[in-house]
């Protein structure tokens, strides 16, 4: 599986999500509490973009007229129906054993463990000396 830098850490903040395109797929990455989980950005039932959804949380019934609320924000409801998807493993809410968004694993590495590409930048030192850049050759 070939890796793909798609954001820092810090452009998707909590509770947030960010489209990105990756090897000419549309991906919605969720930030859930610093963790990172990304699902294909179409919703299986007409495709609408999921990244255009609304976070929502969990809601579960044991009886008629009693509703217990979990799982805040874990959760994306399509923009144009209403259909609700797991962020975490993209299982339907609405048809659990036939519908699902393909999820993909996200993960978070530090930049000095991306490899390098094959092509480097000559770089020099650069420091401030009063009010000038000085570059040293």
């Known amino acids: 599986m070939v890796k793909h830098?798609?954001?820092?850490?810090?452009?998707?903040?909590?509770?947030q999500q960010k489209r990105v395109s990756v090897?000419?797929?549309?991906?919605?990455?969720?930030?859930i509490k610093g963790s990172f989980f990304a699902l294909l950005?179409?919703?299986?039932?007409?495709?609408?973009?999921?990244?255009?959804?609304f976070r929502v949380g969990?809601?579960?019934s044991s009886s008629p007229g009693c509703f217990q609320y979990s799982r805040e924000s874990e959760m994306v409801k399509c923009p144009w129906h209403g259909w609700e998807f797991d962020i975490k493993t993209g299982q339907s809410w609405c048809a659990p054993k036939k519908v699902r968004v393909r999820?993909?694993?996200a993960d978070v590495e530090s930049?000095?463990?991306l490899v390098k590409g094959p092509y480097v930048a000559d770089s020099f030192p650069v420091s401030l000396d009063g009010q000038y850049v000085v570059i040293d050759l």
């Open 23 to 31: 090897a000419g797929r549309d991906i919605c990455v969720f930030n």
């Open 58 to 60: 969990l809601v579960t």
């Open 41 to 53: 950005d179409r919703c299986p039932h007409e495709g609408a973009s999921l990244s255009h959804g």
């Open 103 to 105: 999820p993909y694993p």
């Open 111 to 113: 930049g000095d463990d």
């Open 5 to 15: 830098v798609v954001a820092r850490c810090l452009d998707i903040g909590e509770g």
